[in-house]
């Protein structure tokens, strides 16, 4: 099992563009999630998804995008990307949200936006 | 509201030395707790977790036991090595209304001379 996916590892923009950060898994998991990593602040959830077509927003939603076709993708949209969204996001998948389960996470997607 | 309050870092230790990462939480309902580890340039990975009061979680040599009276989850390990040195994140899901959602700690940088 390759596990958790994230694809760019690193990427650059310029204010206002747009991009898809990729995340897949190949554990057949139900829940998956985004969060990113801030100096100082932990992880913060972004948005979630409990399968295939359901997604919900998490502690700080705005400006990102998902949606969830399949049980193992789940890309964060970003619209239009502004510097407070430079950080480094990853993608975290389990078998359900139940709150013993182990949570599995990506590399991760370094984000600087000029 | 829900969160978790770890030991300020860095933590800096010579090889061989104990260590203790303290963790306090502020949950709703009653909370899996879990410890994540990242290496430089790495994901988080899970190191170890305890699901109800009184349980310990042990993996790779560290401990931490569940303690609903102190609301803690304290880290510990007798006899650290220079490969230990990662960000370590103290993390719980309360599960309810927080499905899936994991709250975390701001990390604590370990670095471990030696």
């Known amino acids: 099992n390759a596990g958790v996916t994230q694809t760019p590892k690193f990427q650059v923009l310029k204010t206002g563009q747009s991009m898809t950060l990729q995340c897949a898994q190949d554990?057949?998991?139900?829940?998956m999630s985004w969060y990113r990593q801030d100096p100082g602040m932990g992880l913060r959830l972004i948005h979630y998804?409990?399968?295939?077509?359901?997604?919900d927003q998490g502690e700080v939603p705005n400006g990102y995008n998902v949606s969830r076709s399949t049980t193992e993708d789940f890309p964060l949209r970003l619209l239009s990307a502004a510097p407070s969204q430079t950080s480094v996001y990853f993608c975290?998948?389990?078998?359900?949200?139940?709150?013993?389960?182990?949570?599995?996470f990506g590399p991760g997607t370094r984000l600087l936006v000029l | 509201g829900n969160s978790v309050t770890q030991m300020e870092g860095p933590v800096t230790l010579s090889e061989e030395a104990f260590l203790t990462i303290n963790c306090t939480y502020t949950?709703?309902?009653?909370?899996?707790l879990f410890w994540y580890v990242q290496y430089p340039g790495e994901g988080l990975q899970l190191l170890l977790k305890?699901?109800?009061?009184?349980d310990k979680g042990s993996n790779k040599g560290f401990e931490a036991t569940y303690r609903k009276e102190t609301t803690s989850f304290h880290l510990e390990k007798g006899s650290v090595q220079v490969s230990d040195s990662a960000v370590y994140f103290c993390?719980?899901?309360?599960?309810?209304?927080?499905?899936?959602?994991?709250?975390f700690g701001q990390g604590t940088i370990l670095t471990v001379h030696p």
């Open positions: 993390a719980f899901n309360a599960g309810g209304t927080s499905y899936g959602k994991l709250t």
């Open positions: 305890a699901t109800k009061a009184d």
């Open positions: 975290a998948s389990s078998l359900s949200g139940n709150r013993e389960e182990t949570q599995y």
């Open positions: 998804s409990v399968g295939a077509g359901i997604t």
């Open positions: 949950a709703t309902g009653y909370p899996s």
């Open positions: 554990m057949n998991h139900e829940y």
